[in-house]
């Protein structure tokens, strides 16, 4: 379970884990669940075309993630952000069937793009993951005060001469950052789950932010360390593992902030 390929689903499930940690505390704040969960979904059209041409589905998710983060911000400036995810997401996925359908890869390899694949992490992939969480990570650092009051309260952000259109498109790149990184571990149907499931269980039961982010760290770690184990053992897939384990996450910080209070 720990030597041979299964050292880089651990390396980079680390990685996933403590980028997602951080980075969704702020998607739980700005209540942007949706758009985490649109993104990643139409970033799939991105590692079905990068199948098709035969280099890697990271390489597809790098292009098509911002593509598709951007075009929800865009658009949703004017526009319902609702609605416009719902168009962007349509038609990513029309285009990545479109991509299949002209593609002669195995079941399993397009399985594991939606629900992730523990076993199918490489050493370029590997490298790849770190260098864009790290670059997530960064960004994080960077933008964290404008990030954080245009989180919180907007009017705030805009009293203190803080552009929140403009931060609110870096978000998105960051979201599309993480997308690169999480995808071919957790896959593009429960990714957001990682970044949903542990900053709100986190933000439950502590309410300053760098508290709420080291506690969803830590849980994300736990609950992707755990969906490791667990697809090692069972052979199923990582990404049932991740949405089970992250929604009991929830549930327990909920009952946990109702019974204390």
Known sequence: MFSGIMTNAWAVGTIVAVVAGVVGVFVVLRSAAFVVHGVPLSSFAGAAGASLIGVSSVVGLAVFAPVAALSIGWFGRRRRRDVVTALVVATMLGLGALFLSWSNEYAAQIYALLFGDVLGVTDAELWLSAGLAGAALLAVAVMY?????TSVSAEAAAARGIRSGLVDMLFLVLVALVTTTAVPVVGALLMFTLMVGPPAAARAVVRSPIGAMALSVAIA????????????????????YVGTIGAAWVLAARAWSALRR
Do not use: K
């Open 221 to 240: 770690l736990v609950t992707l360390w755990a969906s490791i184990a667990a697809s090692y053992v069972t052979n199923w897939p990582i990404g049932f």
């Open 145 to 149: 005060r404008p990030l954080l009051l």
